[in-house]
Structures are given as structure tokens and as C-alpha cells.
């Protein structure tokens, strides 16, 4: 039987147990105040079993699509099998975060393999400097997500502390992605929603964010995304509804934070309805909390991007109503009044505020796409989505007018 013995907060609290299709979690002690692994999995004697792959706190942050792929050949290697349990245990002895795992399959240590500052990376002419990042950090990146990414120990700023930060690069599938995430949390961030640290290196081929789970004495909070709080594995990310968010937000975040998360996630889902991001779905919302679970509340804003400047026909990843459209300035106020116990003239006013943020970051996307033509009509489908999102359904004929003012300028 394979096993993997995990930790919560720096204390061993269990071992993780795979039998053929059936994986158990036991806790190792039999006091109740041992830390729980998860908001949805307390201290309890018997086993907490889930078939068909890892609980989802397991499996919540193992690395999907690019990385995966890269991934699986030194998990096919060393176990025969290119399984999360095993990718699991690949990479086990390089998690860094409030959960930590032990594995007697796990090789080697690179959790302090530091050789580059974060000043370094931005300001790098590498065409390279991906591919080198992924030689030192590749197998401490339990950071989960389609697009190219790895989860890095840099250098900050000042030379003198060591931080985690999340490095984002594209393919030619979603060109210029870097900048279209940088722009889109640009936004978010004038809006005034809690967003970590951001940058965009000098050569626009990277996006880099800190961490959002670090508490003020250095240690980690507690952090788990909505698949993990409604009991779904990460290929259900695109099942349910706003509605169902903002509940689990109601049943999980501590009473004291209620309002202030339920307004924060409307915001969140407010720009990310205006900026046409079709990729707002379950992994991309969750909440933090405190070691003793008493303090509970939604996490920072991230991963926000116009997808329909790569798929003009995209759709929210969830739905409103029971379905999936666009909704508009009528809609998203209603919904914060029904979902997120707003009043009718908060819910407006906090909508207009959005809505603001997006028109100030229009101005700087026009300037930068006037600067780098290479960006430009990656641009120009950005600012076509923006503007198609005032009037709430998407109009065809607006996005293709301004595409075509753009295209003649």
C-alpha cells in the first residue's frame, strides 16, 4: 500500500494511504486538537476515503496541462505510472505551504536552490529565462493551472529576504498573455480589491505575482479554493453556479467577514464579467484562514484575464440563473442584492466603481498598444471586449468596429 504522511502547520497530523482506486486519509493521533487538513475534513477517528483520485485539498494545487506534461515524464520514470498520488509523492518533499507531505518515493531536495533575484527575472533579455527557471524550480512548482507556470524562490527586491513568487509565461496559443493578465489585475487593483504583488518583466514575456497565503510572522495560512469546500476534484472546476459561490463564501468564511467577502467576491465577479474573463471558475476563488480556523475570509483577487481575445465566443465559467451569458449592470445588481447581501445603491455603486477602474486602465492599454506593436492586436481584442462588456451581452458588430478603428490607425 502506498502512503504519504502529511503535515498541517509544521506538525506530522496523518498519512495519506492509496489502494487501488480507494485513497484514506487517517489522522495519526487520537486528540481532536491536532490541526485539520482541511475546513471539510476534521479530526475524526475512522478514515476519510474518496475514490477515484486524491481528496481535493490533496490535489488542489498539483500542477495541470504544461507542467504536468513536463512533469509526467519524471513521474513515468521513477513510478511506471503518471498518476496524481504519484506526482503527489514526486514532489512531495518540495511543498511549501500550510499542508507538507513526506513520501518514502520522494528524491531529492531543491527548496533552496537559489540562484536568481526577483530584479533579475524582470529585468532579464533571456530568451531563455523560462526554460531556465523551470532547470532549477521545476520540481517545487505545486502550483496548479493550465497556462505555463512555476512557482519560483526569488530574491526580492532589496536583496535581503527570500520569497515565492508565481512566474506565468505563454505560448502561441494565447499570445501575450502576460500583459493581458497584468492589465486585467491592474484594473482590479484600481478598483480597490486586495490583490499581492504583480509585475511585468521588461521584456513582456513574463507575469510574476507573489504569494496571497503568507501570514505576518512568515508562516502560511490556511488556503482552500471552492472545488476543495464543495467536495469537487479539479476537473469539475466548471460545474455550478455564482450562486453556489457566493454560499460557500456564507458557509465558510467566519461571521465577522461575512459582508466584507461577500462585497469583495461581488467586485470580483463584477470585473470579471466587464473584462469578459471566461475563466472565473471554481479553483479561482478561496478562502484563507488563520492556524486556530477562527479567521476565515475570501482570498485576494487573482488570476483575471479577457479570454475573449483568444475565444470571441467565450462564456462565464459558471452560471447565472441557470445559465451561462454575460450579464449586465441590471443583473450583476440584482445578483449582489440577492447573493451577497447588498443593498440596491451599494451593489450600484460598487458596480460603477468597477466600471470606472476599467475605463482609467483603457487609457493605459491604448498608450501601451500604441507602443508596442507587437502587442497591438492582442490589444486591440482586449480593448474590443472591454468595450463590448458596457451594454452587458457582448455586440458583435461594436468589437468588430472597434477591431477595425484599431486595425486603421
Not at 514526486?90 to 520522494?106: D, K
Request: charged residues 25%; glycine residues 8%; aromatic residues 12%.
Amino acid at each position: 500500500m502506498d502512503y504519504i504522511k502529511v503535515k498541517a502547520d509544521g506538525m506530522t497530523v496523518g498519512t495519506l494511504y492509496r489502494s487501488g482506486d480507494t485513497y484514506s486519509f487517517n489522522y495519526d493521533s487520537s486528540s481532536s486538537a491536532l490541526p485539520w487538513v482541511s475546513l471539510t475534513m476534521p479530526y475524526r477517528a475512522r478514515s476519510w476515503n474518496w475514490t477515484g483520485g486524491l481528496h481535493p485539498v490533496f490535489g488542489m494545487n498539483l500542477p495541470e496541462g504544461y507542467l504536468f506534461e513536463l512533469l509526467k515524464q519524471l513521474v513515468m520514470k521513477e513510478f511506471g505510472a503518471a498518476d496524481d498520488f504519484s506526482l503527489l509523492s514526486l514532489l512531495s518533499g518540495n511543498v511549501r505551504g500550510r499542508l507538507e507531505y513526506e513520501s518514502p518515493l520522494f528524491r531529492g531536495d531543491n527548496r533552496d536552490s537559489l540562484s536568481l533575484s526577483l530584479d533579475e527575472i524582470l529585468s532579464s533579455g533571456e530568451d531563455d529565462i523560462f526554460a531556465r527557471l523551470l532547470g532549477i524550480f521545476l520540481e517545487s512548482s505545486f502550483v496548479s493551472g493550465i497556462q505555463p507556470k512555476l512557482l519560483a524562490r526569488l530574491r526580492d527586491k532589496s536583496m535581503v529576504s527570500v520569497s515565492d513568487y508565481i512566474v506565468k509565461t505563454w505560448g502561441e496559443e494565447f499570445p501575450h498573455l502576460a500583459e493581458n493578465e497584468y492589465f486585467c489585475m491592474t484594473v482590479a487593483r484600481k478598483a480597490g480589491l486586495p490583490v499581492s504583488s504583480f509585475f511585468l518583466s521588461d521584456d513582456r514575456k513574463l507575469f510574476v505575482t507573489g504569494r496571497f497565503d503568507r501570514s505576518p510572522d512568515g508562516g502560511f495560512l490556511g488556503f482552500e479554493d471552492f472545488c476543495v469546500l464543495q467536495a469537487k476534484n479539479k476537473g469539475e472546476k466548471y460545474s455550478g453556479s455564482y450562486e453556489q459561490a457566493a454560499k460557500t463564501i456564507a458557509d465558510f468564511v467566519s461571521p465577522q467577514r461575512r459582508q466584507s467577502s461577500l462585497r469583495q467576491y461581488y467586485m470580483i465577479l463584477v470585473i470579471s464579467m466587464l473584462l469578459r474573463n471566461g475563466d472565473a471558475h471554481l479553483k479561482n476563488f478561496g478562502i484563507l484562514y488563520s492556524p486556530d480556523r477562527i479567521d476565515r475570509y475570501l482570498a485576494p483577487c487573482y488570476d483575471v484575464v479577457t479570454t475573449t481575445a483568444y475565444m470571441m465566443k467565450d462564456r462565464p465559467a459558471l452560471t447565472f440563473s441557470g445559465r451561462k451569458f454575460w450579464p449586465g449592470r441590471r443583473q450583476l445588481v440584482d445578483f449582489g442584492i440577492a447573493e451577497c447581501q447588498l443593498g440596491k445603491s451599494e451593489a450600484g455603486a460598487l458596480y460603477d466603481e468597477c466600471a470606472r477602474a476599467v475605463a482609467e486602465t483603457v487609457d493605459e492599454l491604448e498608450a501601451y498598444c500604441a507602443a508596442n506593436p507587437e502587442f497591438a492586436p492582442t490589444g486591440r481584442k482586449v480593448l474590443a471586449s472591454w468595450m463590448s462588456s458596457r451594454d452587458g451581452e457582448p455586440k458583435k458588430d461594436i468589437a468588430d468596429e472597434i477591431l477595425g478603428n484599431r486595425a486603421s490607425d
